[in-house]
C-alpha cells in the first residue's frame, strides 16, 4: 500500500472509494423508493408466479428474494457491487408477474428498474455481451438515423433468406449457439401468414359512426422489422371506425432503456415522444406489449423532473393497446379464415404492464368460426423480455422450453401474440426445436379477415 510522503499513514485504496460511491449511489436510489420496499410482506405468493424461480428452485431468483437483497444493499448491509446481487439482479426477466398476485401491491418493476440503474452505472463486473448492450444503447438507439441503418440492413440480411437458412444449421448451433439463436430471431421476424400483398390498399368500407382520430406509437423494432403490423393496425382501426395518424419525429419508447438500468437514456427518449404526441385527448395506440407498458409507466419515469412530470401524467391517461381501443366498440366481423388450430400467448407486459387480459381474445373472435384452442401457461413469460434471451441464454432457454412445451400440446400450427420480441422469441425456439408453427399478431389475423370479406380494395376471396 502506497504511503504519502512525510510518514502520515498509507494512502486511501480508490478501488474501495469508488465500491463506496457506487454502493452509496445505489443505496439513495432504493431509499427513495422505501416504501415500495417495506410493503413487500414476504408472503411467498409471488414464488410460483415468478419463471426464474420455478426453473432454478433459488429462493434469490425469486420476486420475494431479490427484494430481500434490494433492502439488504439500501440498508448497507449488503454491498451494491456484491456478485450475488448483480447476479440475481440480472437474473430477473422483468416480466411482472409476480405484480398482479401480489396482495401488497409492490410495484416490483420500479424496483427492478431502480436496482438496475446503478448496476448500468457501474460498467463494471458485466461480461463483454452487457458491455455491448451499453454501447448500443447509447450510441445508436439514442440516435434515429443510425437505428433506421440498423434495421434497415437487418430487414436486407433477413429477405436474403440466409439467417433463416443458418438458423437450421447444425454447424452453426455447434460453433456459435447464440449467434444461431440471434439468426432464429431475425428469421422469425418475416412475414409468416399466407396472403396476397395488399399494403397500399386502402380501405373501402367506412364505418357508420363518427370517424374518432387516434395517434399510433409505431414502435423501433415494430417500424423496422414489423411495419406490416403497423399498416394493417391503421386498416383494421379504420374500419371500425377509427382514423389513425402517425406523428413523425416519434423515437424508441425506452424500454431497451429502462429495462436495463439506463434511466437517462430512456428519460430522453421519454421526453421527445411526449413532446411529439402533444397535448391533445386523442388515443396513443400501440400494438406492441413492450412499448405500450413502457409508455404506460413514463409518469414514473419522469416523476421528479418539474418540466415534463404533469404532461407525462396527461401523456399516459392516453394511452392504450390497439386491442383496448377496439373493444371500446363492437368489433366488425370479418370473413371466416379455413384452415389450421390457432392458439394465443399473452404478452406480459400488455398483461401485467397493460392490463390487457380479454381485449386481444375480443379481436380473435372478431374472426368467425375461428379455430381457436386455449393455450396452458400463456400468461407466463416466454423468456425473450427484451435482449434477456442474447444475454442470458440458459435461463432464457429453460423459460422457452416450457412455453414451447404448453404449445405442442395444443396441436396449433399458428400462434398469435401482441409483441414482437415475444413472436421472434418463440418462432427462434420453434426452428430450432423444428416445430411447425408460424406466428403473427392477433391484427393480422383480424386484418386478413377483413381482407377477404371484402372490406378493401381489390377482390375478396
Known amino acids: 500500500m502506497l504511503r504519502q510522503k512525510g510518514g502520515q499513514g498509507p494512502l486511501p485504496d480508490l478501488s474501495i472509494i469508488e465500491d463506496s460511491l457506487q454502493a452509496s449511489q445505489l443505496t439513495a436510489q432504493l431509499s427513495a423508493e422505501e416504501q415500495k420496499l417495506v410493503a413487500c410482506v414476504h408472503c411467498g405468493l409471488c414464488l410460483e408466479a415468478c419463471p426464474t424461480y420455478t426453473l432454478t428452485g433459488n429462493e434469490n431468483d425469486s420476486p420475494r428474494g431479490r427484494i430481500y437483497l434490494m433492502r439488504a444493499v439500501s440498508e448497507g448491509k449488503l454491498p451494491a457491487t456484491s456478485s450475488s446481487f448483480q447476479l440475481h439482479i440480472d437474473r ?12 401488497a401491491g ?16 457501474q460498467e463494471s463486473g458485466h461480461g463483454l455481451s452487457y458491455r455491448l448492450l451499453q454501447l448500443t444503447l447509447r450510441h445508436v438507439w439514442l440516435h434515429p438515423g443510425r437505428l433506421r441503418f440498423v434495421f434497415s440492413s437487418a ?22 449457439g447464440r449467434i444461431q439463436f440471434a439468426l432464429g430471431l431475425l428469421a422469425s421476424s418475416a412475414p409468416q401468414l399466407d396472403r396476397v400483398n395488399h399494403e397500399r390498399q386502402e380501405v373501402v368500407e367506412q364505418s357508420r359512426d363518427a370517424v374518432e382520430t387516434v395517434s399510433l406509437f409505431s414502435g423501433c423494432v415494430t417500424a423496422g422489422l414489423f411495419e406490416r403490423v403497423n399498416e394493417a393496425t ?10 389513425a395518424q402517425v406523428p ?64 407525462a401524467r396527461s401523456f399516459v391517461a392516453r394511452v392504450r393497446d390497439v386491442s383496448q381501443q377496439l ?30 387480459t380479454e381485449a386481444p381474445l375480443k379481436v380473435l373472435r372478431g374472426i368467425p368460426d375461428l379455430k381457436f384452442v386455449s393455450l396452458e401457461g400463456s400468461e407466463r413469460c416466454c423468456g425473450g423480455a427484451g435482449v434477456y434471451n442474447l444475454l442470458e441464454p440458459n435461463m432464457s432457454g429453460g423459460v422457452l422450453a416450457e412455453k414451447l412445451g404448453h404449445i405442442r400440446d395444443t396441436g396449433a400450427c399458428l400462434l398469435a401474440t401482441g409483441n414482437p420480441g415475444c413472436q421472434m422469441q418463440i418462432g427462434a425456439g420453434a426452428r430450432l426445436a ?8 392477433p391484427i393480422e389475423l383480424l386484418d386478413e379477415s377483413y381482407r377477404r370479406a371484402g372490406m378493401y380494395g381489390g377482390i375478396a376471396d
Open 248 to 311: 413523425s419525429r416519434q423515437v424508441c419508447c425506452g424500454a431497451l432503456h429502462a429495462h436495463a438500468g439506463d434511466l437517462e437514456g430512456a428519460r430522453v427518449l421519454a421526453r421527445q415522444n411526449i413532446e411529439v404526441f402533444g397535448s391533445d385527448t386523442s388515443a396513443v395506440i400501440t400494438n406492441a406489449g413492450g412499448c405500450g407498458a413502457m409508455l404506460a409507466s413514463y409518469h414514473h419515469l419522469l416523476e421528479h423532473d418539474e418540466q415534463f412530470a404533469q404532461s
Open 92 to 103: 430477473c426477466l422483468g416480466c411482472r408477474a409476480c405484480e398482479p398476485v401480489c396482495p
Open 234 to 243: 391503421k386498416r383494421v382501426l379504420q374500419v371500425n371506425g377509427f382514423s
Open 327 to 356: 373493444e371500446s366498440r363492437v368489433i366488425k366481423e370479418g370473413a371466416k379464415l379455413e384452415g389450421e388450430i390457432v392458439t394465443y400467448d399473452a404478452s406480459c407486459h400488455l398483461l401485467n404492464g397493460q392490463h390487457a
Open 106 to 121: 409492490v410495484e416490483y418493476g420500479q424496483l427492478l428498474e431502480a436496482s438496475r440503474a446503478e448496476l448500468f452505472a
Open 155 to 176: 430487414r436486407i440480411l433477413r429477405d436474403t433468406g440466409l439467417p433463416a437458412l443458418l438458423s437450421k444449421s447444425g454447424l452453426v448451433r455447434m460453433v456459435f
Open 434 to 441: 423444428n416445430m411447425d408453427l408460424r406466428l403473427c399478431h
